[in-house]
């Protein structure tokens, strides 16, 4: 049975963006090698969380997943038990234009308060669920 767009449920949609999502933004960071996870492990490294807790919303719990993410970090020089080096702050600020560029085309032609909207609406919808989980 086909379903138009109008009619497809949230869950749908909420797939659909979150697999282009991963798709675009592995492409943008394939240019250098690294991927989606990788740069999330880099990116949070640059926090005050510890990397395994920024990451744990996006990995499915094999402790292999976490080295996957953080080993080729290393390997660059790039992280340092769990800090970056230099060469990693420096890598990161270049990385972050290309992903800020991206996150730029992704919200293109959405307002502000749309974007605001949206995250308020599945925020309170995670909390809906997570209160019927109980």
Known sequence: MYMSDDNKPIGWWLKEVDRLLEAAFEQVLAE???TRRQWQALNAAAGQEPIEVALAPFLSGRPDELRAAIDPLIARGWLQDQRLTAAGRAALERLEAKVQAQR???TA???G???AATIGVLRKMAE???GSAA
Do not use: A, C, F, P
């Open 113 to 115: 308060e749309e974007y």
């Open 32 to 34: 250098d090698g690294l």
């Open 128 to 130: 809906n669920l997570k």
């Open 109 to 111: 032609g959405i307002t």
């Open 104 to 106: 730029g085309r992704v």
